[in-house]
C-alpha cells in the first residue's frame, strides 16, 4: 500500500526557510522511474506544480520562484524533502507531496498536505 | 510555459445527468515518440487531495468508476462523466506533464443543480 505524508512548521515568518519533509512508505525511491513531486495549492485556489525529484536524482524545479526551491531524498529512510527560501505571506497554501511513475508519468498518489502559513 | 485552460469553470447538474469538462493546452501533447498524450485528470472534493482520474488522456486508473471517460489529443481534451452521482460533485483539474514545468487548468466545480 502506497501512503504519502506531508510535515512541515505549520507557522513561520516573512524572509524565513519553509522545509518540509515527504515520508512514503509502499515504494522505493531508488526505483528505475519512480520520482517524488511537491504541489502546492492556497486555500480556495487551484494547484501549482513545484518540483521533481527522480530515482536518479534528477531534479527539475518551477521556474517561477526563481530559484528559491531546492528539493532532496533520503532514500533508505524513505523521505524527501523541499526547502523554499525567504518566504512570503503568497506562499501560504496547503503543500502536498505525490508520488510519480514508474508506469504512471503523473500524480498517482498524494499525501493528505499540511497548511503552512507564512505571517508576521 | 504550456498553458492549460479548462471550461466551463462551473457546471450545475442533476443526479443521472451526462456532463463534459473540456480542456484545452497552449501547444500540443501529444508526443510523436510514443503517441502517447501527456495529459491527466484529477478530482479533488472538499478538505481532499486531488485524485487521479485520466492519465496519457484516455486511461482511467485503477479502481475509478468506467463512467469517468477521457478523450481528445494534441491540443484539445476532454473529460465525461456519464450518469453523476452525488458522490461526483468535485472540482476537476486537467494537467500536462508533456514539459515541465507541469501545469494544471484553473478547475472546473461540478455542483447540484
Known amino acids: 500500500q502506497v501512503t504519502l505524508k506531508e510535515s512541515g512548521p505549520g507557522i513561520l515568518q516573512p524572509s524565513q526557510t519553509l522545509s518540509l519533509t515527504c515520508t512514503f512508505s509502499?515504494?522505493?525511491?531508488?526505483?528505475?522511474?519512480?520520482?517524488v513531486g511537491w504541489i502546492r495549492q492556497p486555500s480556495g485556489k487551484g494547484l501549482e506544480w513545484l518540483a521533481n525529484?527522480?530515482?536518479?536524482?534528477?531534479?527539475y524545479y518551477n521556474p517561477s520562484l526563481k530559484n528559491r526551491l531546492t528539493i532532496s531524498k533520503d532514500t533508505s529512510n524513505n523521505q524527501a524533502f523541499l526547502k523554499i527560501t525567504n518566504v512570503d505571506t503568497a506562499d501560504t497554501a496547503t503543500y502536498y507531496c505525490?508520488?510519480?511513475?514508474?508506469?504512471?508519468?503523473?500524480?498517482?498518489?498524494w499525501g493528505q498536505g499540511t497548511l503552512v502559513t507564512v505571517s508576521s | 510555459d504550456i498553458v492549460m485552460t479548462q471550461s466551463p469553470s462551473s457546471l450545475a447538474v442533476s443526479a443521472g445527468e451526462t456532463v463534459t469538462i473540456n480542456c484545452k493546452s497552449s501547444?500540443?501533447?501529444?508526443?510523436?515518440?510514443?503517441?502517447?498524450?501527456?495529459l491527466a485528470w484529477y478530482q479533488q472534493k472538499p478538505g481532499q487531495s486531488p485524485k487521479l482520474l485520466i492519465y496519457?488522456?484516455?486511461t482511467r486508473q485503477s479502481g475509478v468508476p468506467d463512467r469517468f471517460i477521457g478523450s481528445g489529443s494534441g491540443t484539445d481534451f476532454t473529460l465525461t462523466i456519464s450518469s453523476v452521482q452525488a458522490e461526483d460533485l468535485a472540482i476537476y483539474y486537467c494537467?500536462?506533464?508533456?514539459?515541465?514545468?507541469?501545469?494544471f487548468g484553473a478547475g472546473t466545480k461540478l455542483e447540484l443543480k
Open positions: 525529484i527522480w530515482w536518479d536524482d534528477d531534479k
Open positions: 505525490a508520488r510519480i511513475g514508474p508506469t504512471v508519468a503523473t500524480f498517482a498518489y
Open positions: 501547444q500540443s501533447l501529444l508526443y510523436s515518440g510514443n503517441q502517447k498524450n501527456y
Open positions: 509502499g515504494f522505493s525511491l531508488s526505483t528505475y522511474g519512480m520520482g
Open positions: 494537467q500536462q506533464y508533456y514539459d515541465t514545468p507541469y501545469t
Open positions: 496519457w488522456a484516455s
